[in-house]
């Protein structure tokens, strides 16, 4: 097998859009070629998981969304979220940050986030295309009230403010490296590879998960070869396999 083709990134800037997922998967269900990339000024209904909602003021922020085509067996398709997560983190550190990547798709800097990833699919006349959405807070001066504790920026942690044109740019070269790795022989041991050894949460962590009604509370042990999050819970002594959730870390007493 030789090398893979490199992408091809074709970049649609939009001023105002509700969602650029939306508008990712959209174009995707018209046929849109791998390597689409939408990314707007402001989005007037950002999204999370769970229906959350992704604050996404005006110049503020990176809000982009790249279509991806992937053949992969669908049992990995979780690690697309995990490469892009390795993908914002060296975006990150090139500018001179320390993050650290929360499970599954936080990436935080000093505790607070900084980045939120939301992979959704599509199913399309030329077979499942997957929409990886990425939010990066450029700059802290308009976020809400709500999130302004919780939530920090690239200019709020270097007190440079980038160009949206340049972060994608970057951003867009990182998920290329990481989703060919992904793509490759071995690719997915290498990716949960690469993420493991930039996540202070892959192992030996206190954490409770929350998932629906469900809480799991136990010592972090490792990721599974699809990036399920493998944790030791602290009251039968069980592995428990985690697959979805939301992941907070707790003190040690
Ligand atoms: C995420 O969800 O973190 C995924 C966010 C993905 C956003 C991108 S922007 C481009 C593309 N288009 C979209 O519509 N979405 C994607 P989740 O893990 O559910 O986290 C959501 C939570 O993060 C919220 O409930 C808030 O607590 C917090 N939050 C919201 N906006 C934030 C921001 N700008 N910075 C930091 N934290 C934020």
Redesign the pocket.
Known sequence: MGAPAAMNFQTIFFDVLG????EALEQARRGADEGLIIVARE?T??????G?????PRDA?L???IVLRPSLEPRFLPLITLAAGVAVHETLTSLGLSPDIKWV??VLVHGR??S???AETAETNRGTAVVV???I?ITSEN?PE??AK??TSIEGETGRRVSVEDLAKTLAGNIETYYEILLGAGGPQCVVKEWSCRSTYVSGKHVRVTAGNEMTEGITEGLEPNGALRIRTNDVNALAIIQTG?VQALRDR
């Not at 969602?19 to 939306?22: C, E, F, R, V």
């Not at 959350?52 to 996404?56: N, T, V």
């Open positions: 969602s650029t997922n939306t989005q209904a950002g999204r999370g998981r769970l959350r909602k992704w604050a996404s922020g809000y982009f969304s798709n936080d986030k900084i939120g990833i939301l959405g990425i939010g807070n976020f709500e999130i919780i939530a939301d």
